[in-house]
């Protein structure tokens, strides 16, 4: 598509619970990347991706965050477990290239919210 | 430890005048400074970029300011328009290579009419 799609636009989970976020990248784009933003304080680094391959994960808590992004499928951003600190609008971004000065195209971002 | 810095979290502007936004760094790696433009309920849009190597960038209406020695950079909005009300993120890349941008808080911008 011409637009990085995420799903859900919303998601509510009870401490402890499994959340599980979707990201279509742009058709073509090779590179996505994973961004929380907690109460509308700058965007956090996750996770990066080169198509199916982790790019860079530096970002990434050790514990109970996950990400893939598999063939034919929409990337995912999984969190076991869920804490209440966890709750941030997560973004994911899509680009063609990894260089500096390649644009990354946003989508509209899902609100988690831990209950 | 905060390598991106956006002191200002709020600006009000009237319509027609000048806006500028500033952003200051801490990091010498990055090469690569964007600022991007994000409204209510949506995922921040690209607005400018500036390469190191340059110390103005100008696009339309938008005009990005480097001061590598200052480690500073500024957005410009001139003339300003009640369209441009948003909240505006100052980022950086290059210090790791993989594409991964550094955020400011952002500024969030309100022109009267």
């Known amino acids: 598509g011409e637009e990085v799609a995420q799903t859900p636009k919303h998601l509510v989970r009870g401490e402890g619970q499994k959340a599980k976020l979707y990201c279509a990248p742009i058709k073509g784009h090779s590179y996505v990347f994973w961004y929380q933003q907690v109460l509308k304080n700058e965007f956090k680094f996750l996770i990066s991706?080169?198509?199916?391959?982790?790019?860079?994960e530096t970002g990434m808590p050790k514990e109970r965050f996950s990400a893939k992004c598999l063939p034919n499928s929409p990337c995912s951003l999984e969190i076991q477990a869920t804490k209440l600190e966890d709750s941030a609008v997560y973004f994911c971004a899509s680009s063609q290239l990894v260089a500096n000065w390649d644009t990354q195209y946003f989508g509209p971002g899902t609100r988690l919210t831990v209950l | 430890d905060q390598q991106v810095k956006q002191n200002s979290p709020s600006l009000s502007v009237q319509e027609g005048r000048i806006s500028i936004l500033n952003c200051d760094y801490t990091n010498s790696m990055f090469d690569y400074f964007l600022w991007y433009k994000k409204y209510p309920a949506e995922g921040p849009t690209f607005l400018i970029s500036?390469?190191?190597?340059?110390d103005k960038n100008e696009d339309g209406r938008f005009t990005v300011f480097l001061n590598k020695s200052a480690k500073h950079l500024s957005l410009h909005i001139v003339p300003s328009q009640p369209g441009d009300s948003a909240v505006y993120f100052c980022?950086?890349?290059?210090?790791?290579?993989?594409?991964?941008?550094?955020f400011g808080q952002g500024t969030t911008l309100q022109v009267k009419p």
């Open positions: 991706f080169q198509n199916e391959n982790v790019f860079d």
């Open positions: 980022a950086a890349s290059g210090s790791s290579n993989t594409g991964k941008l550094i």
């Open positions: 500036i390469s190191s190597i340059k």
